[in-house]
């Protein structure tokens, strides 16, 4: 990895982390109840295109390059881990069980799906 | 926004300076799940911190976009989690592929649960709400446990309402 990669990989993940704090703000000025459809929309919207771009890399229709900058970088600013699991601890010690299970384990079924379906679709492109 | 961009860059930096390091063994991404977890662990500690510390403005808040929004935000991802799992199951080791996503799902949660306890060490037990006028005197103090579970008192049937130690509802971090 060239000096010059790894400084693109590092501002397209700080203008990911911008999108997401953006896109957050969108989603819940306009949304209202427990689940907090920011971050979920950001995770399974992430997850599904680093399937579609690594799935497009692997059968070569992209460069690799793209998948550090955009994959690693962009995408992996974009999503974060760490908000899901504070807003899923956080349901379930305000005891809403529902809302808890759905973020934690259904965004991560729906999220693991989805990135299987991108992967899919880029190999299959 | 400068905050969020420059926090989430050294994120994105450590993370893959570490995924480099720690090169995934039998396809499972252990990298990628030491840093999910030690992330959400870090995320826990720093936003109950804060919100016991007082309201969200001023250098409170700037610490919570740089570090939170954007350093551990960047840091941790869940595009590489659900992608690296897809693969796995996809690529016919469905077992290791479900291990992975459900032991990050849960080593996780708890590390994220033991930082908001933490919180409770670093900050002084009964300190200021997350919005509002600062610490308040004379209120008795709330006992860790009670912090931990964010339960207070008993209703009659014995079920409580929890109160979650920040008021403030949660915000992109």
Do not use: K
């Amino acid at each position: 990895m060239t000096p010059l990669a790894f400084v693109l990989m590092a501002a397209a993940g700080g203008a990911g982390a911008v999108c997401r704090l953006v896109l957050d703000g969108v989603v819940r000025a306009r949304t209202t109840g427990a689940i907090p459809w920011g971050t979920v929309l950001i995770n399974l919207s992430g997850s599904f295109l680093l399937g579609l771009l690594t799935g497009l890399v692997g059968s070569r229709v992209l460069p690799e390059a793209l998948l550090l900058v955009l994959g690693t970088g962009f995408l992996g600013g974009y999503t974060t881990y760490s908000t899901a699991s504070f807003e899923t601890v956080r349901l379930l010690q305000q005891r809403r069980w529902a809302a808890g299970v759905a973020n934690g384990l259904g965004v991560l079924v729906t999220a693991t799906a989805a990135a299987g379906l991108g992967l899919w679709l880029g190999a299959v492109v | 926004m400068a905050l969020v961009f420059l926090g989430a860059a050294l994120g994105v930096s450590a993370r893959e300076a570490l995924v480099l390091a720690f090169p995934a063994g039998h396809g499972v991404p252990w990298a990628v799940l030491g840093i999910n977890v030690t992330g959400s662990f870090a995320l826990g500690l720093l936003l109950d911190a804060l919100a016991r510390g007082g309201p969200d403005r001023g250098r409170r808040r700037a610490a919570r976009l740089s570090l939170g929004t954007g350093l551990i935000g960047g840091y941790t991802t869940y595009s590489a989690l659900a992608t690296d799992a897809a693969g796995l199951i996809g690529a016919g080791s469905p077992g290791p592929g479900l291990a992975y996503a459900l032991a990050t799902l849960l080593a996780g949660g708890v590390a994220t649960w033991l930082g908001m306890a933490a919180a409770t060490l670093v900050r002084r037990p009964g300190a200021g709400p997350a919005e509002g006028a600062g610490p308040r005197r004379g209120r008795p103090r709330r006992s860790l446990r009670a912090q931990i579970t964010g339960r207070t008192r008993r209703s009659p049937s014995g079920r409580t309402r929890a109160r979650s130690p920040a008021r403030c509802r949660t915000r992109a971090h």
